[in-house]
């Protein structure tokens, strides 16, 4: 893991690959604990485009049948969250009276979360789950919103890889860089 140069900002190596498999192991282990022999078959939604790997490595491990369904959420501009959640790709199939577990790759204020919640519950979502691969608990301001499946608890920190990004680039890295102080 070297450091890498996104628009003139440089990040540093934070989380290795292998590692985040780890973390992805064992949220896929309570994700099939939870939903393996259910009488209906969930839906995975993945938030795009930052949850594609993440959803991706999850669905390899599951091992009760879903359904995938996506939808693309952006509440960020460059390294900040500008407050306004715009949906710019609306859900791509029904959600009425299904369960829904939502795969996102980051939950830091919890706003989108809370905005995407809302939404489903509003189009008769049986039960709607959360499932982030990273967690910035310094960052959350939805104490009533709960993340039910957290792959790892981070600090507040900008961060781009694995799919996250910095103005849609860095996604691609394997591993998970942070911002340089």
């Known amino acids: 893991m070297d450091k890498v140069v996104v628009f003139g900002k440089t990040f540093v190596p934070f989380i290795k690959y292998e590692d985040l498999m780890k973390d992805i192991d064992n949220v896929a ?30 669905m390899k491990r599951l091992s009760f049948p879903c359904e995938l369904m996506s939808i693309k959420i952006k509440s960020y501009s460059g390294e900040h969250s500008t407050g306004v959640i715009q949906e710019t790709l609306g859900l791509t199939g029904s959600v009425e009276g299904r369960r829904v577990i939502i795969l996102e790759d980051i939950v830091d ?8 919640t809302d939404l489903l519950k509003d189009k008769h979502a049986k039960d709607v789950r959360i499932c982030t691969m990273l967690f910035k608990p310094e960052a959350f301001k939805c104490p009533d919103l709960k993340i039910d499946y957290v792959g790892r608890s981070i600090e507040n920190r900008f961060i781009l890889g694995f799919g996250l990004d910095y103005d849609e680039r860095g996604r691609e890295l394997r591993d998970i860089y942070v911002l340089d102080k």
């Open 109 to 116: 204020t919890g706003r989108t979360m809370l905005y995407l």
């Open 29 to 58: 282990a309570r994700l099939n604990r939870d939903y393996g022999g259910g009488e209906d078959v969930p839906i995975l939604l993945c938030v795009l485009n930052g949850a594609m790997m993440f959803t991706s490595e999850v």
